[in-house]
């Protein structure tokens, strides 16, 4: 099943290039908001799925095309991102050590949004395609033969990022939890329609050319090891993200007015825009491209604008 938020958040589920408004259907969870509705359908999924699958096949859906889509899960209790969590095409001899990041919910938006990249020093702004788990019954310590039954589905996630921020070696949280800086959508599609969620591929576009194209094959910590270890450290939710990582050798910079688009097998196409009012610019180069033509650093350096490097 594929679920949507749409319009003022009403909930519904995709059939095809229709949605069936499912809203009136739920509404006896107990809840304030949207960001809880959901959280509560999931934890209560089984309950409600025939009622939701009966609705789904009445038909009577409203066309796609008409709609706003909204993040189906606006405002998740916990975001932990995976961290170095590819072996980069196999060119990593080995996994790097197991690692995660927390990002903040309210970096959360939707299909049809825009990542506003903020006015700070960053030496490029980057936005990484992910698998992203989502978890459907609370996880405390659990081992990673029996994490995979703690899976309720997965979404598309685009993990931004603003580098190089000063001083160094206190980044991470500034660099990744910015506003609008967790794109995900369009869907929440079920485990059930994910056979192997370890052999998906996944493409990302900027403006039209392919610059990430990697299969989750490639993850270097595996799902039930990720949940294992996370798990240890805290409780997950019914609700939470889990974004498994990327492989870096396809990243290239965020600019002002781009059409971003990501698409994992089976969970549709989430399109973003991104809006930067510096107007700040960077070659088109993927982070591979960069190290093929021979050039210094991991990326590509600003060409022009704010916070551009001085031509001596």
């Not at 589905?153 to 160094?168: C, K, M």
């Amino acid at each position: 099943m594929k679920l949507v938020y749409f319009d003022d958040f009403r909930l519904g589920v995709l059939a095809g290039e229709s949605v069936v408004d499912v809203t009136s259907l739920v509404q006896d969870i107990p809840h304030s908001g949207p960001h809880d509705l959901i959280g509560g359908l999931i934890e209560r999924f089984e309950r409600y799925r025939p009622r939701l699958e009966a609705a789904a096949a009445a038909g009577g859906g409203i066309r796609l095309a008409g709609l706003r889509l909204r993040p189906p899960l606006p405002r998740p209790v916990t975001i932990d991102c995976m961290a170095v969590n590819y072996l980069e095409d196999g060119t990593l001899k080995e996994p790097a050590p197991i690692n995660a990041f927390h990002k903040a919910p309210s970096a959360v938006i939707g299909d049809g949004d825009t990542m506003v990249l903020p006015d700070v020093p960053a030496t490029i702004f980057e936005g990484e395609a992910e698998l992203a788990v989502v978890i459907g019954k609370r996880a405390r310590s659990v081992g990673a033969a029996e994490a995979m039954s703690h899976v309720f589905g997965y979404v598309n996630f685009i993990d931004g990022s603003a580098r190089g921020l000063p001083p160094a070696g206190n980044t991470f949280f500034q660099m990744k939890s910015r506003d609008t800086f967790a794109p995900t959508g369009p869907c929440l599609v079920t485990a059930d329609e994910i056979p192997d969620p370890h052999r998906l591929q996944i493409r990302l576009w900027v403006n039209g050319v392919l610059k990430q194209n990697f299969n989750t094959s490639d993850m270097a910590h595996k799902i039930p090891r990720c949940l294992e270890w996370l798990s240890s450290i805290h409780t997950l939710e019914p609700g939470d993200i889990v974004a498994t990582g990327t492989n870096h050798r396809g990243l290239s910079a965020f600019q002002d007015g781009d059409l971003v688009e990501l698409e994992t097998e089976g969970l549709g196409r989430l399109h973003i825009r991104v809006k930067d009012e510096l107007k700040r610019r960077w070659s088109r180069d993927t982070r591979l491209e960069h190290k093929q033509k021979g050039l210094e650093g991991a990326a590509t350096p600003q060409l022009a604008g704010k916070y551009a490097p001085a031509v001596r």
